[in-house]
């Protein structure tokens, strides 16, 4: 009986993608940490399937500031469910046909689905919606964070998820001529929409030079204590047009200073330079990017924005013997310009400790944060910002 419910699950899932069967007394089922896999004996046909929450306390609240007002809010405790995502993934036919989905159980939307066909290492493709490979810290998964969240300059810079399709992969001719690449077209109107709204598309492209030999992933912290150094330097760009200014997992939403305008009404071209390096318990990490948003409805209404972080963190069981092994500590500094033509800055400063109970699959992250606003108020305006999380998956 329960060799058939898993053959049938298994059909389900994979049997789709080729109008084909499966025999009952092939189906296998294992627990894979996380989640619950099944898989035929020759593994052409697999399923993973997990769930990830992230609870957090925050005080005295749990959002970035953005403007003077948010400084100055009364103080108070929020505390709940940060995320809940269930996922699944796959491979269909041939192990290099693979597929993944992701949904959002809190806000109950699908925020990804793709389909890979990844049979050769160098030239890869891919077509559904996802998170585009644009920037470092916003590519590796909120699951895989070293800070308990990402910098205040994500929020303003981040191309995020969108219907898409691109080529990518991975040239490897040992030493030095090491690099991934990835490049694509989409929709432009951010995550649940299926057309671009002006027939002017996005279009992403990054370049990675992994110049030390080895392919640098998109993690943060060095969980596994690599005893070769890893290190890339990447190159990203995007255009876009829409009456959108920026993008987030909501979807297309307003920098602050814009509202939501016409369809094709702002040109974006944006760019991002980073860099990565792990080794023995080091990780750093550091991105700058630069962005020009044209009003194209309103002649010479032009802005560009810059922004940057440097992030590192340390396993110091490394160099202290009585430090426990599962402790990371890390920090980060960000600074953010929304325009070139005033005085405005602002800036965060971030302290944060993660216990690691079994990887990033089972953690705890206390952090510290301080935000800082200059530039055109009598005073400059601060704020301390203190949380607790436990980010499991299973």
Known sequence: MGSRFYSSLLTLLCGGFTGSAFSSDTVNMTYAKPGITFSTSDERYKVNVHARFQFRYATPDDSQPLVPDDYLLEEGTEFGTNRARLKIKGNVSQPWLRFSMEYDLKNNYLLDYRFRVEKYDWLKFKIGQWKLEYSRERSISSGGQQMLDRSIINRHFTIDRHQAASVYGHIDQSGWINFNYWAGVGTGTGRGNSADDDSHPLYFGRVQWNFLGQEMPFVASDINITQTPIASIGFASAVNR??????????????????????????????????????????????????????????????????????????????????????????RYASYDPAETNAITQKEKALAFNWFISGHKNKVTVDATRFEYSGDQPEDLDEWRYRVQWDVSF
């Open 242 to 331: 829409s009456k959108y200014t920026r993008f987030s997992s909501s979807g297309g939403g307003s920098l602050v200073g814009f509202d939501e305008g016409e369809e094709g009404q702002f040109d974006i071209e944006q760019y991002n330079v980073d860099a990565a390096f792990l080794y023995k318990g080091i990780s750093a990490q550091a991105e700058y990017h630069e962005k020009t948003v044209k009003d194209l409805l309103n002649a010479g209404l032009e802005r560009t924005l810059t922004g940057y972080y440097v992030q590192g963190g340390y396993f110091l069981h490394q160099l202290i013997p009585s430090w426990p092994k599962p402790l990371e500590i890390a920090a």
